[in-house]
């Protein structure tokens, strides 16, 4: 059964605390993507990643940084939290082979922070 | 650049047929995803149209005409575990983002 495991589904931190958002596939999926959800808004893409080691912005990457050393993880990282990013994070993967290809989503991060 | 546009909130009565629309704006086209999401569940993926026409999978079917910018996602005998949001997708033609309608909120009532 192919998965996208996100590591934490709920975590509270504080303004300025720095905050990583893991994302595991175990389908050798090329590229990697994260999205915040928010109500009304729907699934923004924060940044993506086409291939190991590469990166590339999304619509609204400020506040955010991300890490791609291995195929099958995805970092995302809040160098300072501020309030304006609690939201819900998923992580998605797709393989590069179609791209326009289904992706396939972890089950979410709740970030809230105070 | 582009837009996709769906109702926020739909309410259907089990066992009734709900037709939930979706209006996009590209500059150009590379099919176009339905993804189902319960609450606090991950979205997944329900169908994809790249061609005009009607794609049946069971009780659900999903309908494109790019020449109008319009899809619609059929749910025939509703049943209360359909009660979920229902996001449209569009990929971005020549690139890897995909992007998302706000998804509409389905509640299926007794």
């Known amino acids: 059964d192919v998965k996208v495991t996100q590591s934490s589904r709920y975590l509270v931190k504080r303004t300025g605390e720095k905050v990583f958002l893991e994302c595991v596939q175990d389908?050798?999926?090329?590229?990697m993507f994260w999205y915040r959800q928010d109500p009304g808004l729907g699934l923004r893409l924060i940044y993506f990643s086409y291939d190991v080691k590469m990166k590339e912005k999304g619509d609204i990457p400020e506040g955010y940084s991300v890490s791609r050393e291995k195929k099958e993880r995805f970092s995302l990282i809040l160098e300072s939290a501020s309030t304006n990013q609690t939201s819900m994070y998923l992580c998605a993967s797709r393989t590069h082979r179609d791209p326009a290809g289904e992706l396939f989503f972890g089950e979410g991060s709740r970030l809230t922070v105070l | 650049g582009q837009n996709i546009d769906q109702p926020t909130e739909m309410t259907a009565t089990e066992g009734a047929i709900v037709q939930i629309n979706c209006t996009y704006q590209?500059?150009?086209?590379?099919?176009l995803f339905w993804y189902q999401q319960h609450a606090g569940e991950a979205p997944t993926f329900l169908s994809y149209n790249v061609l005009d026409g009607l794609e049946e999978k069971g009780r659900f079917s999903s309908f494109l005409s790019r020449s109008k910018g319009y899809s619609y996602l059929l749910l025939k005998e509703l049943q209360m575990k359909d009660s979920a949001s229902y996001l449209c997708a569009v990929p971005h033609t020549g690139g890897f983002k995909t992007i998302f309608g706000a998804g509409t909120r389905l509640f299926v009532k007794a």
């Open positions: 590209t500059s150009g086209f590379n099919g």
């Open positions: 389908m050798d999926h090329e590229n």
